[in-house]
């Protein structure tokens, strides 16, 4: 970051405006009367004398010689001289053009060697009636200027001494002017088609320790034939004879112009701001290859710079030209995210294509100019091969980190070009800047929306919550963010990427993006949902979280909205038990709520066990959300929940059965026990049926209410939702062996109403003999007991207690077995039957 010291000035540029100097001289005259006198006052402009103001050498009784052009380029240690004589031939034959010379010496004396332009090395012969133009050029001494010189014009003549007759010769009067003035063309006659160059517009800015000056320059093909660019070098030369090179932005170079078309280059130099403005000139300049220098081809006075600033205000277009159109500029608005150590800045920045033609938008380069001196790049990869059709509009952010210690008060935009690829100097050439609109802060932004203009219209993007909740391996800070198109058309919405900022520490690898809405497109009055999520440890303590949906292009990504968070993050919302958790993802709304929940008490660990009822609130199948969570204790402890839920796509108002389960370790407080669950997600979607969940999103925290299940003292009507299992006529007869064989009636019913996912739960029986001695057999429902009413099953045990035994009563308990663990649901005493003979 380079500090600088920043000044309102007018910027120049094809976009700056510029006042045209002009000289106005008021004289007055006074008429005499007997009775009064009146005066009057008039206007005139000044006399210019120029070199058409100089008289012509004759070089025959009819032809003539003139001095139509006195350029200088100043170097470091001489000057570069090229002067252009036109002869004019009225004799009545051709002209032998090698029988004349021109010579250049100081008025005191000094003489220096002359040479011809490459491109009049081949002028020998000038036919009767015509004109021509022969350019000299000469290196001379770096103090001089024209009025010190004296242009002589010779005929060869080997009858004189010396060889040379002198004809005439040319001498400058002080007061004359060389350079065209600058409300006047110049013609330049470089190609074979001339070229008639003027100045447009002229102004400056102030960046750092530089004056940049800009100047418009209008070229007019007033030829027949096609113009292209010769790859001319523009330079501003200041009062005190110092050139500095200037540079055009992409438009400004391997132009083409056809006849009687216009052309506007756009240049700009830097100067040191030590440098006094006034009395510019602009300098044209071309390389002779065969005499291996730059020359000077035309000098043209430069008008007075405005100093009114041109700054684009916030939500004006600036109309720009580019290679093949014009595009307008503009800025829409700007948010600030204040961290501990910087401020994120980011400014909505829009494009509009005017022209009737696709074009792809040079690489523009951004900077931020802070009021109180600094000067800060800007990213924008989103400019990256940018291709606008006609018409069509797009808005791209512009993100800036700005120190906390720079006031982030009235900054400006500069909109820069690089310079052209021929350049070698390394100049922005800027095309526009603007005021950038006071910044909204986006601090604590839950539930307050943004609004981001696009190509299709206005966006609302509103970060709906921030939760923190507890995962297997971290806790994960997740971000619903809902847009909504309040537009009258359907739009497409942008590739979205995401970043999550915890303080200072931006967190890259982990984060991911969770587009609800797969298409990518939002029908007009609709919403959709978009989740960025990131891990971070559970232990980590944090006061600020900082939420960035970043727009993709190919490889790179710019940042579309920004949303801030201060201070602890919101637990997720308790539902009360018996309440209803309505998830609204679009298209898939669902309404949650627990059936029921209890605990598997077990030998060394207990099962904490909820059922969700779950139904489909939409007009049309869907799958459901795969469902994720964790039980959490009172006093925060976590326990990542299993999940058992239906593989097949859910019709309307279709009730199924979510089942979510977890190990616990004994004494674990189970006094306010809930259950964190959300949608489960899969790296960058939501879970698919059938998909590995490694994340979830949209939690609430559902009260569960634990209980034990009351146990029956008989066994009827023993409940295993969504099984009623009914035991009867239970007989278990003794043989005077080692075997015994139970038998028994049951009915078993399930309500249909709901769907369920693989059952993991079994039917327990349990017989416990008098003697104390325990049997169990395990019984899937639907699999070893049919759904029916009047059905009958049974089992056989052994033990060396029941030999020879002739009666005895044993109690059977049915259980719920469930993951190894397991509940009673009830209990009856029966007897033996004894079928040993007396």
């Not at 055009?248 to 078309?261: F, V, W």
């Not at 139904?615 to 795969?626: F, G, K, R, T, V």
Request: aromatic fraction near 8%; glycine fraction near 6%.
């Amino acid at each position: 970051m380079k500090r600088i010291p920043i000044t309102a000035a007018a910027l120049g540029i094809s976009l700056l405006m510029t006042s045209a100097p002009g000289a106005m001289a008021a004289a007055s005259t006074t008429k005499a009367a007997t009775t009064a006198t009146k005066t009057t006052a008039s206007t005139k402009k000044p006399v210019l004398h120029t070199l058409a103001n100089l008289s012509p050498v004759k070089i025959t009784a009819k032809s003539t010689v003139r001095l139509t052009d006195v350029n200088i380029l100043t170097l470091s240690d001489e000057s570069i001289l090229t002067y252009t004589l036109t002869i004019q031939n009225n004799d009545s034959k051709t002209m032998d053009l090698l029988d004349y010379w021109s010579k250049v010496k100081t008025v005191s004396g000094t003489t220096y060697s002359t040479s011809l332009m490459s491109k009049d090395k081949d002028k020998k012969k000038l036919s009767a009636g015509s004109s021509t133009t022969i350019t000299y050029v000469a290196r001379i001494a770096k103090h001089l200027k024209p009025e010190n010189l004296v242009f002589q014009v010779i005929k060869w003549d080997f009858s004189q001494a010396g060889y040379e007759a002198l004809k005439g010769q040319f001498k400058i009067p002080a007061g004359y002017l060389t350079s065209t003035p600058s409300d006047q063309s110049k013609t330049l006659r470089i190609t074979d088609t001339p070229v008639k160059a003027q100045v447009k517009q002229v102004a400056s800015f102030v960046s750092g320790d530089y004056n940049y000056v800009s100047v418009s320059l209008d070229m007019t093909n007033i030829g027949y034939k096609l113009f292209e660019d010769p790859k001319f070098k523009f330079m501003i030369r200041t009062s005190t004879g110092a050139s500095y090179p200037m540079s055009g932005d992409p438009t400004s170079s391997d132009y083409k112009i056809q006849p009687q078309d216009v052309k506007t280059l756009n240049l700009v130099a830097q100067i040191p701001k030590t440098i006094k403005l006034a009395n510019m000139e602009l300098q044209l300049a071309l390389d002779d290859e065969t005499a291996k220098v730059t020359l000077p081809i035309a000098t043209m006075q430069l008008p007075n710079i405005s100093n009114t600033s041109l700054a684009v205000e916030p939500n004006v277009e600036k109309y720009i030209p580019v290679t093949n159109g014009k595009i307008s500029v503009k800025v829409a608005s700007a948010v600030v995210n204040k961290n501990f150590d910087e401020h994120s800045l980011s400014i909505r920045f829009g494009f509009r294509n005017t022209s009737g033609t696709t074009f792809t938008l040079p690489k523009y380069q951004f900077e931020l100019q802070t009021s109180d001196g600094y000067r800060l790049p800007i990213s924008a990869p989103a400019l990256d091969n940018l291709t606008l059709q006609p018409l069509e509009e797009r808005f791209i952010t512009l993100p800036v980190i700005v120190p906390a210690n720079v006031s982030i008060e009235n900054p400006r935009l500069f909109m820069n070009l690089p310079s052209a690829a021929e350049s070698t100097e390394n100049i922005s050439y800027p095309v526009a800047f603007f005021t950038v609109p006071e910044a909204k802060a986006v601090e604590n932004m839950i539930g307050t929306k943004q609004f981001v203009q696009t190509k299709n219209g206005i966006l609302g993007v509103t970060l709906a919550s921030l939760q923190r909740l507890p995962w297997s391996d971290g806790d994960l800070v997740t971000a619903k963010i809902t847009i909504d198109n309040s537009n009258f058309k359907t739009t497409q919405l942008p590739e979205l990427g995401g970043l999550v900022q915890i303080d200072s520490a931006k967190l890259t690898t982990d984060t991911k993006v969770i587009v609800t809405q797969t298409a990518g497109l939002l029908g007009a009055a609709m919403s959709t949902d978009v989740y960025v999520t990131a891990k971070v440890p559970s232990y980590l303590d944090f006061s600020q979280v900082q939420i960035s949906l970043l727009e993709k292009f190919g490889e790179n990504s710019s940042e579309w909205v920004q949303f801030s968070n201060t201070g602890s993050i919101p637990e997720p919302a308790t539902v009360a038990k018996g309440q209803v958790y309505a998830i609204d993802t679009l298209g898939r709304q669902q309404d949650v709520s627990v059936k029921r929940s209890f605990l598997y008490t077990g030998q060394s660990s207990d099962l904490v066990y909820a059922e969700l009822e779950v139904s489909n609130q939409e007009d049309h199948q869907i799958d459901l959300s795969q469902f994720a969570g964790v039980f959490k204790t009172s006093n925060g402890q976590t326990y990542k929940a299993s999940v058992s839920q239906i593989d097949t796509s859910a019709g309307p108002q279709e009730k199924n059965i979510v089942a979510l389960w977890a190990k616990i370790p004994k004494r674990t407080t189970m006094t306010d026990m809930k259950l964190i669950v959300g949608e489960g997600t899969t790296d960058d979607k939501l879970t698919p049926v059938k998909g590995e969940v490694n994340g979830y999103v949209n939690a609430a925290a559902l009260e569960l209410g634990l209980s034990t299940p009351s146990i029956k003292t008989n066994l009827s009507s023993l409940d295993l939702f969504p099984y009623t299992l009914t035991v009867k006529s239970v007989k278990a007869s003794l043989s005077g062996t080692r075997s015994v064989s139970l038998n028994f009636d049951y009915d078993l019913n399930r309500n249909m109403d709901y769907g369920i996912g693989e059952f993991g739960h079994k039917f327990l029986f349990e017989v416990v003999d008098s003697s104390g001695r325990v049997f169990e057999k395990e019984f899937t429902p639907e699999t070893d007991l049919r759904i029916t009413n009047g059905g009958s099953a049974g089992f056989s045990f052994d033990d060396a207690v029941f030999e020879e035994r002739k009666a005895g009563s044993f109690t059977l308990n049915v259980y719920d077995l469930f993951q190894g663990q397991k509940v009673k649901l009830g209990s009856q005493g029966f007897y033996y039957y004894s079928d040993v003979i007396n």
